[in-house]
Every structure is written in C-alpha cells, then in structure tokens.
C-alpha cells in the first residue's frame, strides 16, 4: 500500500514561509503526480500544487501562484513545497497526495486513491 509522510506545517506570521514535505514509500509507479491539496474549515477542499514525474510539470491554483514552489527530490519519492508571502487565507489542512494528472488535483481531489495524512498550517494576522 502506498504511503505518504508529510511534514513541515505549523504557525507562521503573515508574510512568513513554510516549507512542506512529502516521501512517499510503498509504490512502484513510474508516472504519477504527486502534490498537494488544503482544506480550511467550512471551505472546499482545492488543489495546491502538483507536479508530474517523470516529466516535471507543475500546476498551481491561481491564489498561490509567484508565492509557493513545488519540487521533487530523492527520485521523485520526496516532494517540497516552498511556502512565502503567506497570509491568513491560506490557512488549513494541507494533505500530501498522489494521483495520475495534473487534473486529479484541479478537480480537488476527488479521483485521488493516495493520501497522506494532513499536516496543519496556520498563518496568524
């Protein structure tokens, strides 16, 4: 079974980074995505950031692109996401996860089979 170890959340001041990480273990896929999905209380569930291995690409939601970056590491079984510039809206529960596109992660999740369990970030005003 796959499985997925996060790491790196906590409590941060606006304007302050984060880094996020995730080493996934268990799994034999040579082509996969692998990234990052947030959900705040009372909020959907939105993709983060994912990028595409073996090839590299990378997506992110509109509201963090230019502040966060997503890397693989390690072979691709670790991936980090650089958090800067961060306000209180992105405030959550951020769940590393794996998937087969890009667009597992745009349609919020809801085709993922693989999950990590979540690591909270909060950004105080």
């Known amino acids: 079974e796959v499985q997925l170890q996060a790491s790196g959340g906590g409590l941060v001041q606006a304007g302050g980074s984060l880094t996020l990480s995730c080493t996934a273990s268990?799994?034999?896929?040579?082509?996969?995505?692998i990234g990052w999905l947030r959900q705040a209380p009372g909020k959907d569930r939105e993709g983060v950031a994912c990028?595409?291995?073996?090839?590299?690409?990378?997506y992110y939601v509109d509201s963090v692109e230019g502040r966060f970056t997503i890397s693989s590491l390690n072979a691709a079984k670790t991936v980090s996401l650089r958090m800067n510039s961060l306000a209180p809206e992105d405030t959550a529960t951020y769940y590393c996860?794996?998937?087969?596109?890009?667009?597992?992660?745009?349609?919020?999740?809801?085709?993922?089979?693989?999950w990590g369990r979540g690591t909270l970030v909060t950004v105080s005003s």
């Open positions: 990028i595409t291995i073996p090839f590299g690409r990378t």
């Open positions: 268990r799994f034999t896929f040579d082509d996969y995505t």
């Open positions: 996860a794996v998937g087969r596109g890009i667009p597992d992660f745009r349609d919020r999740g809801n085709s993922i089979d693989h």
